[in-house]
């Protein structure tokens, strides 16, 4: 700042002190471009990276083109043979599915029938407690309809009786 000063006075007297603002100026501006330039490993990055991408841009290019010329001379081929084709990809759809399935089936069953083998040795497998809890009432309500049904079911039964003296 103060060197822009001196220029800016210096302009106004007279050409002699004009070259000598200059050198300083300037080389204030070089070091200030010095400082802002990039250092070799940023400019071997920065390459590197222009060529990546270029060469990327290039296989995209190709394999778009590839997928073109791939459809527009397989297509009628693809077309043509359709009537064979899709049965054999349900077919084989189906047989996926179903192999998945089956899969899935049998490691669920393993994974049930070694949680019931760790439950039932005491163990203590994952969620035995809530399976506890579940079977105690599960066991109280069935006491408990057990109990009611003594007690309204001989009621119920007696009343039959005076309904009906002779049966």
């Known amino acids: 700042m103060g060197d822009r000063q001196q220029h800016g006075h210096g302009h106004g007297h007279g050409g002699g002190e004009h070259p000598a603002a200059d ?15 990039p250092n070799s490993t940023q400019v071997v990055g920065f390459l590197t990276l222009l060529v990546s991408g270029a060469v990327l841009l290039l296989l995209t290019g190709l394999t778009l083109t590839g997928a073109v010329v791939a ?18 990809a349900v077919a084989l759809f189906v047989l996926t599915a179903a192999a998945l399935s089956a899969c899935g ?3 669920a069953a393993l994974a049930v029938g070694t949680w019931m083998y760790r439950y039932f040795t005491g163990r203590h497998p994952v969620g035995a407690d809530r ?37």
């Open 105 to 107: 089936f049998l490691v």
């Open 71 to 88: 459809l527009v001379f397989l297509g009628p081929i693809a077309l043509l043979t359709s009537p064979i084709w899709v049965p054999i």
């Open 131 to 167: 399976v506890d809890y579940a079977r105690s009432r599960i066991a109280d309500t069935a006491s408990h309809v057990k109990d009611y049904a003594r007690e309204y079911g001989g009621y119920l039964h007696n009343r039959s009786k005076d309904a009906a003296p002779g049966a």
């Open 23 to 37: 050198p300083p100026s300037s080389a204030t501006l070089l070091r200030r471009v010095q400082t802002h330039a």
